[in-house]
């Protein structure tokens, strides 16, 4: 039976602010702050469990090594070395499993088998780092070769960000869908972290069905407005496209070739004129979880930061009020990983698969639940000033803990 499983990065020990991603406006208007780790994992763990009384089926993946010692060796750091980058090596920014892969289920796939490419993540140093060790965590959740075919990411003069800039339309998530990549054109004042040509290359490594893939271009606007990834500004959940009317160089265009491929597509478009572009992205209204609960209904989890916000609530009121799709609107206290440009839907990978096919250790339970609780409680720190990061203290403290975590989770293989 397959179903939509979401995996959500469990935040890790080094969560800190260190001002790493340029054009992504939340994580440098948060630089240099202290940042709480322990609240922080607390805070994406408790969003799990909502999800999971919703009766969804939850999954996750547990932090990288930090600080990366691979990569410090790469960079022959040293005493001198700059701040920025070495702070790269402590990031935990691997919370954001959007960004882990891009996913295609087997429905969509020439060989019907659900297909993962790992993200290179090229553009930003903290990132670019994390592909190995994400790869080797996909290899051992999917490790059923009959169903998955986990793959290394796309070549390096390409950039991709995996799911994030990735959505798939269709009449139910065991169906066969319409994937559509979005990209970004590069020459802006801020970076486009996903090129067309890796966009291509996952499409056609994933064996997709050409008559059922688009390829989309950003607003450039929307990323010099912060956009960093499609997913700031649009998600989309079987047949249901939620967007923002400036998310797309070309919406109108967009729109039909989504209409002329999934007749039942249903687009939710909210006018600039409502929230604008800038609030949309403070807000992160877009970062959403739209999903569908066991009722049919269709959700969506928002940050409490769009909950507040007088401009996205009188939106949704009326939504809700009307008769479109989405019935019910959660709001989420993901404030710490907001505060790095990361909301809801930057913080789960989404995967169709039959979860008896998964390594069960990454699925979570009561039992789990509380398990990792108990040892972000014990073993996470409480907070991280930008300043301890290279000290053999914070260190020793960060490898601990995700020690412990492994040690719990019995995933000793990831060590
Ligand atoms: O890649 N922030 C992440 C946020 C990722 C959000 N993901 C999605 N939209 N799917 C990024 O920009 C900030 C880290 C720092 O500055 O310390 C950071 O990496």
Redesign the pocket.
């Known amino acids: 039976m397959l179903v939509e499983i979401n995996f959500d990065g469990i935040v890790g020990p080094s969560h ?6 340029l054009g ?1 406006l939340a ?1 440098t208007a948060h ?1 240099g702050e202290t940042s709480y780790p322990r609240a922080a994992a607390l805070q994406g763990l408790e969003k799990m469990r909502g999800n999971r009384a919703l009766g969804l089926t939850q999954g996750f993946f547990l932090p990288l090594p930090r600080p990366n010692h691979r990569f410090l060796t790469e960079i022959a750091a040293d005493g001198h070395t700059d701040h920025a980058l070495l702070a790269a090596a402590w ?1 935990a ?1 691997s919370m ?1 499993t ?2 882990a892969a891009t996913v295609s289920p087997a429905p969509d796939t020439r060989d019907a088998r659900c297909h993962l490419t790992a993200a290179n993540l090229v553009t ?1 140093p ?2 670019y780092q994390e592909w190995p060790d994400t790869l080797r965590q996909l290899q051992i959740a999917f490790a059923d070769a009959a169903h998955f075919k986990v793959s290394g990411p796309v070549p390096a003069c390409f950039g991709d960000e995996g799911a ?1 800039n990735h959505m798939r339309l269709c009449a139910s998530h065991a169906e066969p869908g319409l994937e559509v990549f979005v990209y970004g054109r590069r020459g802006g004042r801020f970076p486009a972290r996903q090129h067309e040509e890796a966009s291509r290359i996952v499409a056609r490594a994933h064996g997709l069905d050409p008559a059922r893939v688009l390829f989309v271009e950003q607003n450039p606007a929307a990323i010099e407005a912060g956009a ?2 499609n ?2 500004v649009a998600v989309a959940n079987e047949r249901v496209l939620f967007t923002h009317e400036l998310a797309f160089a070309d919406p109108e265009g967009t729109y039909a070739a989504i209409r002329a491929k999934v007749p039942e597509a249903e687009i939710v478009v909210v006018p600039d004129s409502a929230v604008s572009l800038a609030e949309a992205i403070r807000t992160y209204l877009f ?1 959403a979880q739209l999903l569908t609960l066991p009722s049919g209904e269709m959700a969506l989890v928002i940050p409490t930061e769009a909950q507040e916000s007088p401009a996205v609530r009188g939106w949704l009121d009326a939504m809700l009020a009307g008769n479109g799709p989405i019935r019910r609107v959660i709001a989420v206290d993901v404030k710490q990983s907001m505060a ?3 909301g809801p ?2 913080l789960r990978l989404r995967v169709v698969a039959d979860p008896d096919t998964v390594d069960p250790r990454f699925l979570l339970t009561d039992a789990l639940e509380d398990r990792i609780a108990g040892v972000i409680e014990e073993w996470w720190p409480e907070h991280i000033d930008p300043g301890e990061l290279g000290s053999s203290g914070l260190e020793n403290d960060v490898a601990n803990a995700r020690g412990k975590l492994l040690e719990a989770l019995e995933l000793p293989e990831l060590g």
């Open positions: 800190n602010y260190a001002g790493l991603s992504n994580a630089a990031s920014s954001w959007a960004n930003m903290h990132r994030a960093f990834h997913d700031v970062n790095n440009g990361g839907a930057c």
